[in-house]
């Protein structure tokens, strides 16, 4: 075995360990065989399902993934995000963080269904979207891993937790690092975590921007290749086409590798906020931003290290304030409270 491949493992081991410490801390109803009594059939028709949406466009796997990490950013990974606006009762959706980002709804719907129809009223809609985002990355290629289950739904939503908690294409690294420390989040949970952005895509008004008003001077963003920027301008002009779609990885945008982090280091980061992991020249967060940089370099080298890294951060962001007792409920409809 070569080095590069022995350093992996060993970085992997001693993530995944220190994973495990934080997952423990959690009810020791959370485990991996929640289900597999109560409805042995759950994975396979979690997977079924997913693996027809995202054949029938591949997008949308990076849709599920960016819906579950919206989901957790705001009380906890509870499908608070999946609630629908009713009388007296506002919901996560509309919310600007959520508005034209989010969606997927109905690929968790059809799970839902299907997963009712076979194991009726045992199943919460969070743990048929954990499973589903883990299933996203599997479906593009990426890595896999046991994903802990037995939370319940919540009856409450949060619109003022959706508009502050989840981080901005335009945020710095400072307000990135501040976001994902408020979660429990580590560096490396949070680099990692942004490898996410290694599929889907980005709407022309979230780097906009970049391309013509950097610093609200008219300039462009100096931390972008010319060529990219240059392609870019084509289906995002300065004027109209805010819906146009870019890709997040301009190299391999429906493969789930760690090309992502070779794109940053290229300067070919779609989003500020992804290029700022590597370009930021905050001097409050220099020594934060040496070390973000280091596991850059690793993971842009080194795909296997990346996937444990990433395998490690999901685990942890999927065990973000679980609600496992009876402030809780298992909705027959993912999209109302019971």
């Known amino acids: 075995m070569a080095f590069p491949q022995l350093f992996s493992l060993a970085l992997c081991i001693l993530m995944l360990t220190s994973s495990t410490t934080s997952v423990s801390e959690y009810p020791s109803e959370l485990t991996a065989t929640f289900y597999d009594e109560t409805c042995p059939a759950l994975q396979s028709i979690v997977r079924d399902v997913m693996t027809q949406a995202v054949q029938k466009e591949a997008r949308m796997a990076a849709s599920i993934l960016r819906l579950f990490f919206h989901d957790c950013f705001v009380q906890g990974c509870d499908a608070s995000l999946l609630l629908d606006d009713a009388m007296g009762f506002q919901g996560e959706k509309p919310t600007g963080a959520n508005l034209n980002s989010v969606r997927g709804f109905d690929v968790i719907d059809n799970i839902k269904g299907q997963v009712e129809s076979t194991c009726k009223g045992i199943v919460s809609c969070a743990d048929i979207l954990s499973l589903a985002a883990r299933d ?6 990426g890595p896999t891993w046991a994903v802990l289950l037995g939370r319940r739904d919540s009856r409450t939503a949060s619109p003022s937790g959706a508009t502050n908690n989840i981080p901005s294409p335009a945020s ?7 976001k994902f420390q408020a979660q429990g989040l580590s560096i490396t949970d949070m680099t990692a975590l942004a490898g996410a952005h290694t599929i889907g895509q980005a709407r022309c008004t979230t780097f906009k921007q970049r391309l013509y008003n950097a610093s609200g001077a008219g300039d462009q963003d100096p931390t972008m290749d010319t060529t990219l920027m240059a392609q870019l301008k084509q289906s995002c002009p300065a004027n109209g086409g805010d819906n146009n779609l870019s890709p997040l990885d301009v190299s391999t945008p429906s493969t789930f590798d760690n090309l ?33 940089q280091r596991l850059i370099a690793t993971w842009a080298f080194d795909k296997s290290a990346f996937f444990c890294a990433f395998t490690a951060a999901m685990i942890t962001m999927g065990n973000i304030n679980p609600i496992t007792d009876s402030s809780g409920e298992i909705r027959i409809n993912c999209r109302l409270r019971n």
């Open 136 to 141: 996203a990355v599997v479906l593009l290629n």
């Open 172 to 178: 710095t690294l400072s307000q990135l690092i501040a």
């Open 260 to 292: 992502y982090f070779a794109n940053l280091q290229s300067e070919r980061g779609l989003l500020f906020s992804d290029q700022v992991l590597f370009s930021s020249n905050e001097t409050s967060t220099a020594a934060t931003a040496a070390a973000i």
